[in-house]
C-alpha cells in the first residue's frame, strides 16, 4: 500500500502533528491567494544559506510521513480498519481464507501504472513518444491564444553541462509548458555561443608544440568549429534528457553563415550612426589570452595580494612654486600605487582641487619598521633611513594614517588647497622627464594612500579622462604578452605583473624615490577563463560608444519588467555608469570586424557599401571567407582597383556582440518569432553580460529593447551553501542525477523530473542548494505525489464520463472537495503567471499529500471499496476524483511532464477535448478552465468545514487514547459522542448525523461506526465514557468522547451495526452491505483443481 497513506495513530504526537497540519494547509488553500503563501517555508530553511540541512528537513509537512516503499492502495492507518481490503486482497493473492465469500464484492483500486518510476527506462521511451509524434509542435501549431517568444541565451559550446544549465532550461521548460497549455503558439529556439577564446584554448591545448607552429588561422578556425559543433551536439542530448521542448532540429548556433550576416549587420548599422569607433585607450587585457577583455570577461577572486607602494617625485617648480620656495630643493610629492610597473608610464600626478594638502617635515622614529605588521608586510625605503632633511606633500587629513604606516613623525610645515599645486613641475622619478601636477576628479579621496594619485594615461580609465583633459601623453610601454617593451628602456622583456614590477620597485628604491612597500589584499581583475591577473592597457581597439545612447538604454530598462523587481537596481547601475564597450579582440576563433586599413596611413576603410558587401559575402559563405578571401574579393566593385592599397583588418569581434546580436539574427529572422521577445531568463551574472550586450545592441539599432520582461536565477551551490569545485569533490552532476552512478546506493538514479522538481521547489531568485540529501528529499516527494496519482487512476478503473454526477447532486462533502481544488488550481495558475514555482512546488505538496490523502482519501476508501459499484455514493465519488486527476495533471505537467505523460497513458478512460477529438497526450488538454460555481461554495460552509476538520483532529486524539487504553484496535470499533451549547454548531452536527447520504454522515467523516450528538450532558452517560477531549473554538467548546461501538461487526465492511444479524441469509452483514449484495450477488467460490 502506498505508503503516503500511513497514519500517524500509532504516535500521538506524530498524529496531533500531521492532524494541525492537515487542518492548518486546508486554511492556506481555500482561501488564500498565491501571492498570500508565506515566502519563507519550512522547506525555504532548508535551502537558506548556512542552515543544517538535517534540522531544516525535520520541518518538512511531508517528513513526517513514512518512506517505506510500498505497492498497495489504500491506507494503513491503525484507526481505520483496512479489513474488507486485505480480506480481498489476500484472496485475490490465493492467501487462504476462512471467511471471504464476499471478497468479489469489494472494489479494489486496479492499475497497470506502478509505484516505482523506474526512470531510466520510462523516461526515454516517453521522450521518444513526444518525439516521434512531434507532440511539442503541433500543440503549438493547433494552439490560437497569440505566440509566445521565451528567447534562449545561448550557452556556451565548451564542454559539459552543469546544474546552472539544468536549472535555467528547465525554467525555461516549465514557463514554455505552462504557456502550450494556456493555449500559446510556443516558439523555442535553443542557441549555442560558438566562438571565443574558450573554443580556441581547447583547440590549441588538444595539439602538440609542432603542430601548433603549423597552425593556419583557416586551420585553428576549423578545428575551433568541428570542436563547437561537437559540444553542441552533446549538449543538446543532456538538454533532451532533461525532458526539456524546444525546436532541436533547427537550433540558432552564432558559427551559422545566415547568424553572423546579422551580427555584421548590427555592427554596420551602429557604425554607421556614429556609436562604433576606434580609438587607443586603455582597456582590460589578458597577458595569458593575449587579448582585451570586455567587464563581462573578468572576475574579482578572493586572495589576491599587490605590492603597494609609497613613492616620492622630486618638485623643481611651477606657476606657483612661491608657495613651496622655502622647501624647495628637497620637497617631494608623496604617491601610492598597487602597480608599481605603471610608474614608466607615468605622465602627471592628480590632486582633487578641494582637498587639503600640507607640506609635512619627515623625521625617523627609532622603532624598526621593518617587520610585517599583522598579515600586511611592510618594507620602509632607504629613504627614510637616510638622514637628509625631507619634506612631502601629502593630503592632511592622512598624516596621523602615514606616520603610523611609515613609522615616522609629519610635522606639518605648510598647508594650501589641492588647486594651489595645479601645474607644478615635478622630475619623473625613472627617466627625469618634467611632468606636470594636474587636477583629477572625484576619485580622489583620502579614504586610503596620500591623496595624490600617480597618473599614467596609458593604463587606467581614470588617469585616461584626466589625460584627455591635460592633452597627457598615453603611454603604455607594454606588449601583447605583458611585457615591457623598448620604450620601457632598462626594463624591457620583463613580465610587468612578475620581476619587472619587482625591477621598478627596486630602482626607485635605489633611487631614493621609495618610502616604504607594502602587501596589499583587494579585489583585482582576473581572466575569467585562464583564471590569471588582467592589466590595463592602452592600444588601439574597436569601441561601441555607450555615451551616445546611455539616455534611451536607461529610459528602456524601466519599461522592462524585471524579475525579481530588484534586478532592475543592478541593470541600471551598471548601465549608467559603463565606460564605452571596447569590442575587439585579438584572436582568430570569430566574427571579424569587417574593416580595411590603408597600407601606408593605416587609415580605416568601412562605409555602408563595404560593410553590407562583406555582409552578402558571409551570409553564402560564412565567416571564414574573410580569411581566404583576397581583398580584392572582399571589397565592393567600386573600390577594387584600389585593392592594392588596402589590407583586411585581424580584429574579431567580443563574443558579448555575438550572442548580443541574437535579437537580431534569431527573432529578427526566423518565421513565427516576433520582437521583441516576451522573456529573456539567464543567470544573475548576465546583467553585466548578455543582458546588457543584447539591451546596448538593440536600443542602438532600434531603440527599443529586445525584452518585455527578465528573469534572472541565482547560482547553484552545494547543501552547505559552498560553491561547487572538483577539488572540494561537492559538484552534481546533472547527468549522474538523473542516470545514476556506479554505485546505486550512492548515486541512485533520480530520473529527469526529480531534478525538474527540485528546481521547482526553490526560491531561484537568490542562490539555491542541492545535494545527496535534497535529492533524497525530492525523490521521496515525487514518489508520495506518484502515489497519490496512482490511487486516482486505480479508483477509476471502471469510470466513464458518463457517469458523472451533477454538481448540484453531489454530497457537501463532494462539493467542498471541488471547492478546495478549484481554489488550488486558481492559486496555482497566479503563481505560474508570476514564475514563483517554488509557491507551486508548496501548494502542490501541501494539497496532494496532505490534504487528499490524510482527508478525503482516507474517508473516501468506505465508500469507493464497499459502497457498491454503480451506488451512488461511489459514482459520486469518482466524479470528484476524476476531476481531481484531470486537474491536478495539467497543473503539475509543466513541472513534472514525464509523470504527467505517464498517467495519462495509463487514463484508464476516454478524455475528449473542447472539439470532440480524444486527447492522446497530455499536452493536448488545457488549462482548467475556472469553475464558479465549484467556487460559490457558501462562506459559511467553508468556515463550518474548517471548524469540522479541527473537531476531526480532536477526535483523532481521543480515539488514540482508547487504543492505548486497549478498549478499541480500529477506530470502526468506535462510537463517538459529541455535545456542544453552541445551538449552531449543535444543529448542524445534528444535522449531518442523521445525513440522508451517507457520504456526508459524521461516522464516514470521522471513520468510525457511530457518532451521536447529545443534546444535554448526562451525568450517568459522562461517566459511563472512559476517555473524553474537547475541541475549543474561541469561547465554544464540543465535548468529546469515545465507547465501544454498539452491535457486531460486519463481514464485509467491519463497520460495526445493530442488524448485522438481522437477513437471514446474509447474516454477517451490515444493513448498507446487504442492500449492495442483493443488487450484485457475490461470484459462486469455485474449488481449485490441481492436475
Not at 588647486?419 to 618634467?434: F, G, K, M, Q, S
Not at 600617480?454 to 597627457?472: C, F, I, M, N, R
Not at 601583447?480 to 626594463?491: I, L, M, R, S
Request: aromatic share 10%.
Amino acid at each position: 500500500m502506498s505508503s503516503f497513506f500511513k497514519s500517524f495513530a500509532g504516535n500521538p504526537r506524530e498524529a496531533a502533528a500531521m492532524a494541525m497540519v492537515q487542518s492548518s494547509s486546508y486554511r492556506v488553500l481555500s482561501g488564500r491567494k498565491c501571492s498570500d503563501i508565506r515566502r519563507t517555508t519550512p522547506f525555504d530553511s532548508f535551502l537558506a544559506k548556512g542552515k543544517s540541512p538535517v534540522k531544516a528537513f525535520s520541518f518538512l509537512y511531508v517528513s513526517r510521513y513514512s518512506t517505506q516503499p510500498n505497492n498497495e492502495f489504500g491506507h494503513s492507518s491503525k484507526r481505520r480498519s483496512r479489513g474488507p481490503v486485505m480480506a480481498a486482497k489476500k484472496a485475490s493473492e490465493g492467501e487462504k481464507q476462512e471467511d471471504g465469500k464476499y471478497k468479489h464484492t469489494v472494489d479494489l483500486p486496479k492499475t497497470g501504472f506502478g509505484m516505482r518510476a523506474n526512470s531510466v527506462t520510462r523516461e526515454p521511451e516517453l521522450q521518444k513518444l513526444w518525439e516521434e509524434n512531434q507532440v511539442f509542435k503541433r500543440v503549438s501549431d493547433n494552439n490560437n491564444g497569440g505566440s509566445f517568444i521565451l528567447h534562449d541565451g545561448p550557452p556556451y559550446a565548451n564542454g559539459d553541462l552543469h546544474m546552472g544549465h539544468a536549472l535555467n532550461k528547465i525554467l525555461k521548460d516549465i514557463i514554455n509548458r505552462y504557456k502550450l497549455l494556456q493555449n500559446y503558439k510556443v516558439q523555442y529556439i535553443p542557441g549555442w555561443d560558438c566562438h571565443g577564446l574558450p573554443i580556441e584554448l581547447k583547440v590549441l591545448q588538444s595539439l602538440d608544440q609542432e603542430v601548433r607552429k603549423e597552425l593556419t588561422p583557416l586551420k585553428l578556425r576549423a578545428k575551433a568549429a568541428k570542436f563547437a559543433k561537437a559540444t553542441v551536439k552533446t549538449q543538446m542530448e543532456s538538454f533532451k534528457r532533461f525532458g526539456v521542448w524546444a525546436d532541436w532540429n533547427n537550433p540558432y548556433l552564432t558559427l551559422d553563415p545566415e547568424y553572423e550576416a546579422a551580427q555584421i549587420e548590427v555592427f554596420g548599422q551602429m557604425a554607421l550612426l556614429g556609436y562604433i569607433y576606434r580609438g587607443r585607450k586603455p582597456v582590460h587585457w589578458s597577458p595569458s589570452s593575449r587579448t582585451a577583455l570586455a567587464e563581462a570577461e573578468l572576475e574579482y577572486p578572493e586572495g589576491h595580494v599587490s605590492r603597494s607602494i609609497y613613492a616620492i617625485f622630486k618638485l623643481v617648480g611651477g606657476a606657483k612654486t612661491s608657495l613651496l620656495d622655502e622647501f624647495i630643493p628637497n620637497i617631494y610629492l608623496a604617491v601610492w600605487t598597487t602597480t608599481p610597473w605603471t610608474i614608466p608610464a607615468n605622465a602627471a600626478v592628480a590632486v582633487n582641487a578641494k582637498l587639503q594638502y600640507s607640506a609635512v617635515e619627515v623625521h625617523a622614529s627609532s622603532e624598526d619598521e621593518s617587520a610585517s605588521t599583522g598579515k600586511k608586510k611592510k618594507m620602509p625605503g632607504k629613504v627614510l633611513k637616510n638622514q637628509q632633511k625631507l619634506c612631502v606633500i601629502v593630503a592632511t587629513d592622512l598624516v596621523p594614517a602615514l606616520e603610523a604606516k611609515w613609522g615616522v613623525k609629519l610635522i606639518i610645515r605648510k598647508t594650501f588647497l589641492g588647486a594651489d599645486l595645479e601645474n607644478c613641475r615635478y622630475t619623473h622619478p625613472i627617466d627625469n622627464r618634467d611632468c606636470p601636477v594636474v587636477i583629477g576628479g572625484d576619485y580622489i579621496t583620502t579614504e586610503s594612500g596620500t591623496g595624490l594619485v600617480h597618473t599614467a594615461p596609458g593604463h587606467g580609465q581614470e588617469d585616461y579622462a584626466t589625460g584627455l583633459k591635460y592633452g597627457l601623453p598615453i603611454v603604455s610601454p607594454v606588449d601583447d604578452g605583458g611585457n615591457f617593451t623598448e620604450e620601457a628602456g632598462q626594463f624591457r622583456g620583463l613580465s610587468v605583473l612578475g620581476e619587472g614590477n619587482s625591477a621598478v620597485v627596486s630602482y626607485l628604491d635605489e633611487n631614493m624615490s621609495l618610502v616604504m612597500e607594502e602587501s596589499y589584499a583587494h579585489k583585482y581583475p582576473y581572466d575569467w577563463r585562464t583564471k590569471k591577473p588582467t592589466i590595463f592597457r592602452a592600444t588601439e581597439q574597436w569601441f561601441a560608444s555607450v555615451e551616445g545612447f546611455r539616455k534611451a538604454t536607461m529610459d528602456a530598462i524601466n519599461n522592462v519588467k524585471w524579475i525579481p523587481h530588484q534586478a532592475v537596481n543592478r541593470i541600471s547601475a551598471m548601465t549608467s555608469s559603463r565606460s564605452d564597450w571596447c569590442i575587439s579582440r585579438q584572436r582568430t576563433w570569430g566574427v571579424p570586424i569587417p574593416v580595411f586599413y590603408h597600407v601606408e596611413t593605416k587609415e580605416p576603410l568601412m562605409n555602408e557599401e563595404t560593410v553590407e558587401h562583406v555582409k552578402t559575402i558571409i551570409s553564402q559563405k560564412g565567416s571564414d571567407a574573410w580569411w581566404y578571401m583576397s581583398v580584392e574579393d572582399l571589397l565592393p566593385e567600386k573600390y577594387r582597383d584600389k585593392a592594392a592599397d588596402y589590407e583586411k583588418g585581424t580584429d574579431t569581434m567580443d563574443v558579448w556582440f555575438d550572442s548580443g546580436s541574437s535579437w537580431a539574427g534569431v527573432l529578427g529572422k526566423r518565421e513565427g518569432l516576433t520582437f521583441p521577445a516576451d522573456v529573456y531568463l539567464e543567470g544573475t551574472d548576465q546583467h553585466r553580460g548578455w543582458f546588457q550586450s543584447s539591451l546596448l545592441t538593440s536600443i542602438a539599432t532600434k531603440g527599443k529593447a529586445p525584452y518585455s520582461a527578465v528573469i534572472t536565477h541565482g547560482f547553484v551551490l552545494d547543501e552547505k551553501g559552498m560553491k561547487m569545485s572538483k577539488s572540494l569533490g561537492n559538484v552534481v552532476d546533472p547527468r549522474l542525477v538523473i542516470e545514476g552512478g556506479k554505485n546505486s546506493k550512492d548515486a541512485p538514479a533520480y530520473g529527469a523530473d526529480v531534478m525538474r522538481l527540485w528546481v521547482s521547489s526553490v526560491d531561484y531568485t537568490g542562490d539555491v542548494l542541492i545535494g545527496p540529501q535534497i535529492l533524497r528529499q525530492m525523490s521521496d516527494i515525487y514518489r508520495k505525489l506518484r502515489g497519490t496519482l496512482r490511487y486516482l487512476l486505480g479508483n477509476l478503473h471502471d469510470w466513464r464520463v458518463d457517469n458523472a454526477v451533477p454538481y448540484q447532486d453531489l454530497p457537501i462533502i463532494d462539493q467542498h472537495a471541488l471547492f478546495q481544488l478549484e481554489n488550488v488550481v486558481k492559486n496555482i495558475q497566479e503563481c505560474y503567471e508570476n514564475y514563483q514555482f517554488f509557491k507551486i512546488f508548496q501548494i502542490i505538496q501541501r494539497f496532494t499529500i496532505v490534504d487528499l490523502s490524510n482527508f478525503y482519501f482516507d474517508i473516501a476508501k468506505d465508500r469507493l471499496y464497499t459502497g457498491g459499484t454503480s451506488s451512488f455514493t461511489r459514482r459520486s465519488c469518482q466524479t470528484v476524483l476524476s476531476t481531481h486527476l484531470l486537474s491536478i495533471l495539467r497543473v503539475i505537467a509543466p513541472i513534472v511532464p514525464h509523470l504527467a505523460e505517464d498517467v495519462w497513458q495509463n487514463l484508464p478512460f476516454e478524455y475528449r477535448t473542447e472539439d470532440g477529438s480524444a486527447a492522446k497526450f497530455v499536452f493536448e488538454l488545457k488549462w482548467p478552465l475556472l469553475n464558479e460555481q465549484w467556487l460559490s461554495f457558501p462562506a459559511e460552509e467553508v468556515l463550518f468545514w474548517e471548524r469540522l476538520l479541527e473537531l476531526r483532529t480532536e477526535v483523532n486524539k481521543v480515539l488514540e487514547l482508547a487504543r492505548n487504553g486497549k478498549l478499541i484496535g480500529s477506530s470502526l470499533e468506535a462510537k463517538v459522542y459529541l455535545h456542544t451549547a453552541d445551538a449552531s454548531m449543535a444543529s448542524k452536527l445534528v444535522e449531518m448525523s442523521e445525513a440522508q447520504n451517507e457520504a456526508d454522515t459524521l461516522q464516514r467523516i470521522f471513520i468510525t461506526s457511530q457518532v451521536e450528538v447529545l443534546s444535554s450532558m448526562e451525568t450517568e452517560m459522562v461517566n459511563s465514557v472512559q476517555h473524553t477531549g474537547e475541541y475549543v473554538d474561541g469561547e465554544n467548546k464540543v465535548w468529546i468522547g469515545v465507547s465501544r461501538a454498539e452491535g457486531s461487526k460486519c463481514e464485509r465492511c467491519w463497520n460495526y451495526s445493530g442488524q448485522v444479524g438481522s437477513f437471514s441469509e446474509h447474516p454477517t452483514l451490515c444493513g448498507r452491505c446487504f442492500n449492495v449484495i442483493v443488487a450484485t450477488p457475490p461470484e459462486p467460490v469455485v474449488a481449485a483443481v490441481t492436475n
